[in-house]
C-alpha cells in the first residue's frame, strides 16, 4: 500500500512528532509499504535550518518552502501553518497514494487532509498527538463562546465522523474525542521511546559530568519544550534552599526559557543549569545524566495532551517524577509498576522542595524503580507500540499479506 503522509515536522527536525513518524514509517515500510512524507523544508524551532527533499528506501519525502516561519510569534506560527496546510493540499492532489495519514502538527492539518482524501477517495486516517481548540481554551488564549472556536469544533466533529480511523495516545484523550463526536472510530495508541534511546554511552555521558560539574550529585533533569501549557519555575523555586549535592537541569528551550533566565540572572543558584536543546544523537548522552526525569503537565491538559518525554526516561532506565493531574496515562501505568512518584499539580513549592530532598535521600529506592522503568521500557518496546499503530491502520502485514 502507498501511503501519504502529512506533517508539519520531520527529521532531521528533532520535533517529537516527526520523530514518530520516521520510527512509524521505517516500520510500515519494513511491513513491505511505501510511503511519501509532505513536510515543510525548515525547522520548527529554528527556521533558518533548512532540509531538502530527499529519497530514502521505502520512502520519499518532498520539503515545500513557506510552510514553517518559526515560533518567535503566534502569527509567525499562524502564516506557517496556514502555509503548510495550502501548500501539502496542493501538492498532494497529484500525488499517487492509496491512504492518507496526518497528525495534528501543524493543528490545521487534518481540513485539508481530508479534502483531499474526498476527493481522491481514499482512506483518511488520523493521528492526534493534541487537541485544539481545547488546548488553546485551557490556556486562556480563547473563549468556549468564541466564534472562531465553535466553528473549529463543528470542523473537529466533522473530521472526527469522516476519518476512517482517529487513533490517539492514551485512554483520557480518546474520551475527550468521543465526547466531542460520539460516533467516531477512535482507537488509543501508547507512544514508544525513540530509536535513538538505544545508543547511550557510559563514556559520553561520564564526560559531559565532568563539564558540568555533577561528579558525585543527585541529578534531577526536565528536558523538552518550555511551553505555554506549565511553568518551570517552581522547579527552580523548589531548589533555592536544596542542599548543594543535589542538581537540577533544565534542558530545552521555548516560551518559558526567558522567564526562567531572568529569575536565575536575578537570584543566582548552584544548584541549576540550564541547557539548550541538543541533537537527536547527542540526547541519549544528556538523558543519561540524570537519576530521576522530571514530567510535568498542567492540570488543564488532562486529555488534552500526552508528555511523550516519559518513554525516553523509561528506556533508559530513568525513573520518573510525575507533576500532573490526577487522571493521566502515567498513574495507568504507575497502578502497575513501581517506576517512579506522583505529585498533583499545582503543587505547593514547599512540597515540591520536601519531595525532591526525600528522594535525593534514598539512592537505592531512586535505582529500584530505574530498573522497573527499563523493565517495563522493553515490554512495551518500540517494535511493540509502532507494530501496534500499524494494526490500528490496518498496514499490519500478516501471514505475508498486507
Known sequence: MRILCLTQVFPPDPAAVGQYFLDLIKRACGEGHSCTV??????????????????????RVIRLPLTSLGKRTLLQRMLGSLGFVFFSFLRALFLPFDAILVSTSPPFAAPGALLVSILRRRPFFYWVMDINPDQAVALGMARPE????????????????????????????????????????????????????????????????????????????????????????????????????????????????????????????????????????????????????????????????????????????????????????????????DLGWFLEEPVSISLLSETLRNIAANPDDASRKGRAALLYSREHSREELAGSMLEHLGLKNRNGVS
Open 146 to 337: 468564541q466564534w472562531s472556536v465553535r466553528v473549529w469544533q463543528s470542523i473537529n466533529r466533522l473530521i472526527l465522523r469522516r476519518a476512517t480511523r482517529v487513533i490517539t495516545l492514551d485512554r483520557f484523550m480518546a474520551e475527550r474525542l468521543r465526547n466531542i463526536c460520539p460516533g467516531a472510530n477512535i482507537a488509543h495508541n501508547p507512544l514508544w521511546p525513540l530509536e535513538a534511546m538505544a545508543t547511550s554511552n557510559l563514556r559520553q555521558t561520564e564526560q559531559l559530568r565532568k563539564e558540568l560539574g555533577l561528579e558525585q550529585k543527585f541529578v534531577f533533569m526536565y528536558s523538552g519544550n518550555w511551553n505555554r501549557t506549565v511553568s518551570l519555575l517552581p522547579l527552580v523555586q523548589a531548589m533555592q534552599k536544596i542542599p548543594e549535592d543535589i542538581h537540577l537541569l533544565l534542558m530545552g528551550d521555548g516560551f518559558g526559557r526567558r522567564e526562567i533566565e531572568d529569575f536565575v540572572e536575578k537570584q543566582p543558584q548552584k544548584t541549576v543549569t540550564l541547557l539548550p536543546f541538543v541533537s537527536l544523537e547527542r540526547l541519549p548522552f544528556y538523558l543519561d545524566l540524570a537519576q530521576v526525569h522530571l514530567v510535568l503537565q498542567s492540570h488543564r491538559m488532562s486529555g488534552i495532551l500526552h508528555p511523550s518525554k516519559t518513554y525516553n526516561a523509561l528506556a533508559l532506565g530513568k525513573p520518573v517524577l510525575f507533576i500532573g493531574p490526577e487522571h493521566n496515562f502515567f498513574r495507568d501505568i504507575q497502578n502497575r509498576v
Open 38 to 59: 509532505i513536510t515543510s523544508n525548515r525547522g520548527y524551532e529554528n527556521p533558518r535550518m533548512k532540509f531538502p527533499s530527499r529519497r530514502e528506501e521505502g520512502y
